[in-house]
């Protein structure tokens, strides 16, 4: 995922009612753990002598979302297909090749990536039955790599209300940055306007904040790491999303926050994060401006948005846009900041001197509803 810059319950282990592992006799039996309306597997496996993977889903009637996350040793997977319980071909990745965004899972350059489906309000609702994700692990350079270990993850959410729901965010004071000048109230005033003016969407941002010894420079943004998935292991629940709050991010100065791909995976590993700079955004007095509390606000529930799902509106290339109906398509850099300079998914702050609220569109609100850690 491109950061955005500035301009320039109850647990049960039910090891019998999920699907078999691709590989039985190299894998491991699956786990499931149910939390209300969240259901998760895992296994591991590995992938077959064509370096593919086929990930069966267990859909049933209720259900209303679902996402699956695979993390191999090799180079990176990436999604084929998805392929409903009639054998229909719902998503290919040869329909993406070209200017628009549906999602990540089709070309992400990390050991993990997602597929949470469905993203958008004009998707197809789920069948119930087995449906199955076809992904491959591959190089750069495009070969693919057989037996590849891979650690899968399987998310479903049978959701009563899909309009209506809870994203919680598990806020994580890397080591000490809590204790830096204004930063706690600057933190607490952007999270209070976050959850303000998300719940005139129909949705609830249930924050609580948590300390760390995870070095403040927040190193792991370039490429994950195992100190993440220890901490979210220990303070989130699966679904959740794990913000984590730094003085700054040595790998992408002059950022102020980022995440690893859209969308992200809401069970612990080494990509389970945002990250937030806030030295980008306080004094070393400790005071912060309206317009840099207001950008505070918008990179937390940017980043997150990016997280549960939602591309950019426009790529920085005024060429490549998200597949969402209702955000025009611009070819200049004046054009989109005029047509979507005010939209939260813009690729850059809009200050222009200030900070205008950001909002969002009836399909990008769609795109985070659908996603299976809003329960």
């Known amino acids: 995922m491109d950061p955005w810059m500035r301009s320039a319950a109850v647990i049960a282990v039910l090891a019998g009612c999920a699907p078999e592992p691709t590989s039985s006799d190299t894998g491991t039996e699956p786990e499931v753990v149910v939390d209300g309306m969240l259901t998760t597997t895992t296994w591991h496996t590995r992938s077959d002598q064509d370096g593919e993977i086929d990930v069966p889903i267990a859909v049933g009637d209720d259900t209303t979302s679902l996402l699956v996350s695979l993390s191999t040793v090799q180079e990176r997977p990436i999604l084929l297909q998805l392929i409903d319980p009639d054998g ?6 040869r329909d993406w090749r070209g200017d628009e965004k549906l999602t990540d899972a089709f070309d992400v350059l990390r050991k993990t990536n997602a597929l949470n489906w469905p993203v958008r309000r004009t998707d197809e609702p789920l069948r119930a039955g087995t449906w199955h994700a076809i992904w491959a692990s591959e190089h750069q350079e495009g070969g693919r790599n057989p037996d590849d270990s891979v650690d899968l993850v ?26 830096g000048a204004g930063h706690e109230a600057a933190v607490q005033a952007a999270v209070q306007t976050w959850q303000r003016e998300w719940t005139a969407y129909g949705i609830t941002v249930d924050a609580t904040f948590h300390t760390s010894d995870m070095d403040p420079t927040l190193p792991f943004t370039a490429n994950g790491d195992a100190e993440v998935e220890a901490i979210a292991a220990e303070v989130a629940d699966p679904g959740d999303v794990v913000v984590f709050l730094g003085d700054t991010m040595i790998y992408k100065p002059g950022v102020f926050g980022t995440g690893p791909n859209t969308p992200g995976t809401p069970y612990p590993g080494n990509y389970h994060f945002v990250a937030v700079a806030l030295d980008m955004f306080v004094e070393p007095s400790g005071t912060i401006s309206t317009d840099l509390s207001r950008l505070l606000t918008e990179t937390l529930s940017h980043e997150t948005a990016h997280f549960m799902g939602v591309p ?18 611009c070819t200049t850099e004046g054009t989109c900041e005029t047509q979507l300079g005010r939209n939260l998914m813009f690729p850059w702050s809009q200050c222009k001197p200030t900070c205008p609220v950001r909002t969002l569109t009836p399909d990008q609100l769609g795109v985070l509803h659908r996603y299976v850690g809003m329960r």
Request: proline fraction near 6%.
């Open 154 to 179: 399987v998310m479903t959410k049978d959701d009563p209300d899909p309009t209506q729901g809870t994203i919680t965010v598990r806020l994580v004071w890397a080591d000490g940055v809590e204790l």
């Open 312 to 329: 950019h509106v426009v790529e920085t290339d005024w060429a490549r846009y998200d597949a969402l109906t209702d955000t025009p398509r």
């Open 88 to 93: 229909e071909v719902v998503l290919d990745e």
